[in-house]
């Protein structure tokens, strides 16, 4: 981050993921670099990443459709010590989001613009 760059991840961080979030609509994605640039800084995709990590399991006032966030080449992204058979792709599928033969989704299709995005 440069010194021009505010910093965005502090306090209130994940409130501020989760509203980003919950502004993609049903069968659409987006990504976690997409978000972070929302936020003010894309040089924090991983930082999205983390604030979602734990959404699914945590119960919020308002549901956060984390599994609509992918990564920047249209896949899902998995930890080592993750289940393979995570339930995102099946939330996508429902959704109408199709999965190609490598496990990616077509970006040019599915992916989100934020109606303030350049």
Request: aromatic share 8%; net charge positive; hydrophobic share 35%.
């Amino acid at each position: 981050m440069t010194s021009e760059e505010p910093r965005v991840v502090g306090p209130g961080w994940h409130a501020k993921v989760f509203a980003m979030v919950r502004r993609v609509p049903r069968g659409r994605v987006a990504t976690y670099g997409q978000i972070a640039a929302q936020l003010g800084s894309p040089r924090v995709a991983r930082q999205v990443g983390f604030a979602l990590a734990g959404a699914w399991r945590v119960e919020h006032d308002e549901p956060v459709p984390w599994h609509r966030i992918i990564n920047a080449k249209g896949g899902i992204s998995t930890r080592p010590d993750a289940d393979p058979d995570h339930d995102q792709r099946r939330l996508l599928e429902r959704e109408g989001v199709e999965f190609r033969p490598n496990g990616t989704v077509d970006l040019r299709r599915y992916r989100w613009s934020f109606p303030d995005e350049g």
